[in-house]
């Protein structure tokens, strides 16, 4: 015959015939040669033309061996293009778990994916911010040691015996501080806990001993500690009245600062009952609180009930706007006029709190604030935003700005000058600073970033990242000591309560298993990228630590650490790409294992999902396409698998399609994998199109690229490549192969799907790999306990794919060698059912009938 064996010259593949010219002998879609035809005869009938005839000389045995050593050769060579090229490291067993690096990536982008624009809130002086006419002190640059010793005015009092909403267990709290005399009251800044404090020293001296005095209640110095507080109350030091409330709240995240052991409270308590005082020793929880608050004198102090706090400050802010009627009530009974203007405000103010009410509920405002749950400050903040914005001083622009920006101020609050206590010296004689503290002081620092980064992982699996990092920030606060921390003075639920974190039962993935764990997640969704923005845009000192911990993530085995980390990086690259592509991206592009480079191809990924800087991906992905090293081609050929990394899907296969077939196909194997990629994407049927024009190219290349692709498309899971969450038709068949999934819910793409498996099936070098591939996809059919599995898809694709008689006979060989398995013998009822949905339909069978007479 004129044409030869695809493995023998890489001809183009002769055009489909005519429907009139089909025949058993004349295969009519255009993959298979007669020497193909030759080899696939399962059945072990000859092929028209095969060389038995007598008189054939030894040399033409001897070509006849040669040719089936050359297509041997091909088969291994094609078969070793279909590997993982994503298990370089791994061996060849041994598969990676890509639907588990696909569904952490999903998560990553979920997290970060929060439709804020950070860069449009005004930071330039975080310590007030000013929204409309509503201008509020934050006072986060603060070192901690701003308290003095004083007494508290008698205006805070009234308005905190006013205003304070009391929490869930406030009457616990008064009835411990009234028969210990000392109360220490554990919890997370900003939770409330100073305003709770100093509610109970209001209530408990307003009609003790000193409820007659002015200042009755006082904070105390905290550099002074519980040790000087009790001598100054036993001594009577600075004339303090009997029956005084003190409120103390220690350095105790001081480096060189020790916290007070019970001996210290022990003796506290006893100078208060002897005066007939008392006091509240506030500390934030953590490992150098915990035994304060395990002791007898310790309490946790509940959050405040923040719904309620809103509920309350937006009605007095409403009030002091619009006016109280019932403030101005009181004898006003007689008079007919005052009375309707109070009636008729007080209408007024009803609907002005139902359409605060209603506003509060509102999807645009509550994705603005973006967290779960507002502490007492941020309540009063937002409070104000919905009374000016129902008063007209506020816009809603103004609104939602304001409402974005609580999630950056909280991230401003965390990060303000943390290691600032490094640079002071300690309490005493003016000595030199001490550093020895500062794992213990990076760590809550540590483990907020890297919840930003792995929000949605296992509990463990942040923790174990935040370790890492309060190392690398250790050192490089640092650099001449070694840094220490303590191995069993971490506290979980304090890392939860310090971080506005949550714990959650969900799934992690492990060696491709769903198992349950305990996953962490910020309460809300805008402190993520808060974070990241606070801490790449304002603390430039941090970014070298950050990145070497970053870089130290990408080499995690576990694709929930790895993936969500790259994606993170991209985050961190769009607000600088400059830094981000020089530190970050390139190195990690050019890294010898495929683990860092799919690390930066996602994180280019990330990147070109910003309008603002997708030319720029889509600039260094082409050039690294066309004129990079080996392993930045590799790095773009992932990245392209995304699909936002070139002008159209067509510029994506070319750019592919050039990675792949050149130097003899070095990188075929990665192309391919990426081509399957954007098989999940609309344009589906131009990809479909690419490959059936690849299959009749003149280049061998570029036919073992469609090949390989399509042997790829039956082998690769959904799950595997899909970035849909369930709920769609390909995310409700994640573990379905890709090819049968097409076929199941993209009808208008059989067709396409079957021409392309048939020229796979018929091609020598690509035959053996396609029939293992066809049994995989037979197998699939139905689960092991019965029930339908892919039964749905191969019944869209076997009547288009089984079309011949040449291809029924080689369905019934393959039926027929698995139900021979010694390993795994196909039960001969479903090896029926199998041969019967291959079957054509009725309609079909009569025009094939009719068409041969």
């Known amino acids: 015959m004129a044409d030869e064996a695809v493995a023998e010259r890489p001809a183009e593949p002769a055009a489909p015939k005519a429907k009139d010219d089909r025949s058993p002998e004349a295969p009519p879609r255009g993959g298979a040669r007669e020497d193909d035809k030759a080899k696939d005869a399962p059945d072990g009938a000859d092929a028209p033309g095969s060389a038995d005839a007598p008189g054939s000389s030894d040399s033409a045995d001897d070509e006849a061996a040669e040719r089936e050593k050359e297509r041997e050769r091909a088969a291994d060579r094609f078969k070793d293009r279909t590997r993982d090229p994503l298990a370089e490291e791994q061996g060849e067993e041994e598969p990676t778990d890509a639907a588990a690096a696909t569904r952490a990536r999903r998560s990553g982008q979920k997290l970060l994916a929060s439709g804020r624009d950070l860069i449009g809130f005004d930071r330039s002086d975080v310590g007030q911010l000013h929204i409309g006419d509503i201008n509020i002190g934050l006072d986060a640059r603060r070192s901690g040691l701003t308290m003095r010793d004083g007494p508290v005015p008698e205006e805070e009092l009234l308005r905190i015996r006013r205003t304070h909403i009391e929490p869930e267990g406030y009457v616990r709290l008064r009835r411990a501080l009234e028969a210990r005399r000392l109360l220490v009251l554990g919890g997370a800044p900003g939770t409330g806990r100073v305003s709770t404090a100093l509610a109970l020293l209001e209530e408990v001296t307003r009609d003790g001993e000193g409820g007659q005095h002015s200042e009755r209640v006082r904070r105390a110095d905290p550099e002074r500690g519980v040790r000087g507080l009790a001598a100054q109350v036993g001594g009577g030091e600075g004339g303090h009245l009997r029956g005084t409330g003190y409120l103390l709240e220690p350095a105790l995240d001081r480096p060189g600062t020790l916290p007070p052991d019970g001996m210290d409270l022990d003796q506290l308590a006893s100078a208060l009952a002897e005066q007939g005082s008392y006091a509240v020793v506030v500390v934030s929880v953590g490992s150098a609180a915990n035994p304060l608050l395990a002791g007898r004198y310790g309490a946790i102090c509940p959050p405040a009930p923040t719904r309620e706090l809103v509920a309350v400050r937006l009605r007095q802010r409403l009030e002091e706007e619009h006016g109280d009627p019932v403030r101005d009530g009181g004898g006003g009974g007689a008079q007919d006029g005052g009375g309707d203007r109070d009636r008729a405000g007080a209408g007024s103010l009803d609907r002005l709190l139902e359409r605060a009410a209603e506003l509060r509920e509102d999807p ?393 498996f048939w020229t796979a099936l018929n091609t020598a070098r690509s035959r053996d790999v396609a029939l293992d591939a066809l049994e995989t996809l037979l197998r699939s059919a139905s689960r092991k306990d019965g029930r339908a599995w892919t039964r749905e898809g191969l019944a869209a694709l076997l009547p288009a794919l089984i079309a011949e008689e040449q291809d029924r006979r080689r369905l019934d060989w393959l039926l027929r060698r698995m139900m021979r398995d010694q390993d795994h013998p196909l039960a001969e009822e479903r090896a029926l059912a199998l041969w019967r949905l291959a079957g054509p339909a009725p309609r079909r069978r009569s025009e094939e009938e009719e068409s041969h007479g």
């Open 364 to 756: 645009e405002v509550i994705e603005a604030v973006g967290l779960d749950d507002l502490r007492p400050a941020e309540a009063e903040l937002f409070a104000s935003l919905l009374a000016g914005h129902l008063l007209g001083s506020v816009g809603r622009e103004e609104l939602l700005s304001g409402c974005r920006g609580l999630a950056a101020v909280q991230a401003y609050e965390w990060f303000a000058g943390v290691d600032r206590a490094l640079a002071a010296p300690p309490p005493g004689d003016g000595r030199a600073p001490v550093r020895s503290g500062t794992a213990a002081l990076f760590h809550p620092v540590a483990f907020r970033i890297a919840l930003a980064v792995l929000g949605g992982a296992s509990h463990s699996a942040v923790s174990a990242a935040a370790h890492l990092l309060t190392w690398e920030l250790s050192v490089q606060s640092d650099p001449d000591s070694t840094p220490a921390r303590p191995l069993f003075c971490d506290d979980p639920e304090s890392d939860l309560a310090l971080s506005r974190a949550r714990p959650d039962n969900g799934v992690v993935d492990v060696a491709g298993a769903e198992v349950t764990g305990r996953l962490i997640f910020y309460r809300g969704t805008a402190l993520p990228a808060a974070v990241l923005a606070e801490l790449w845009d304002r603390h430039f000192p941090v970014r070298a630590p950050v990145v070497r911990w970053l870089r130290l993530l990408a080499d995690d085995p576990r694709p929930q650490v790895s993936m969500r980390a790259a994606v993170a990086a991209g985050e961190l690259s769009v607000r600088d790409f400059e830094h981000g592509y020089a530190e970050l991206i390139r190195p990690l592009a050019e890294a010898p294992t495929p683990r860092r480079r799919v690390f930066a191809a996602t994180a280019l990924d990330q990147a070109a999902g910003h309008a603002s800087h997708r030319r720029a991906v889509r600039k260094v992905v082409d050039n690294w396409s066309r004129h990079g090293t080996p392993a930045l081609r590799w790095t773009a050929a992932m990245a392209l698998g995304y699909g936002r990394s070139a002008d159209s899907m067509d510029d994506t296969l070319d750019a592919l399609a050039g990675i792949g077939v050149r130097d003899d196909g070095e990188q075929l194997a990665v192309a391919s994998l990426n081509v399957v990629r954007l098989l999940t994407l609309p344009e589906s049927a131009t990809v479909l199109r690419r490959l059936a024009d690849w299959t009749g190219h003149r280049g061998e290349e570029y036919q073992d690229l469609a090949l390989v692709s399509i042997v790829r498309l039956a082998l690769t899971d959904v799950d595997e490549v899909l970035d849909d969450e369930p709920g769609t038709p390909l995310g409700d068949r994640g573990d379905w192969p890709l090819l049968l999934a097409l076929a199941a819910t993209r009808p208008e793409l059989t067709g396409k799907l079957a021409d392309l």
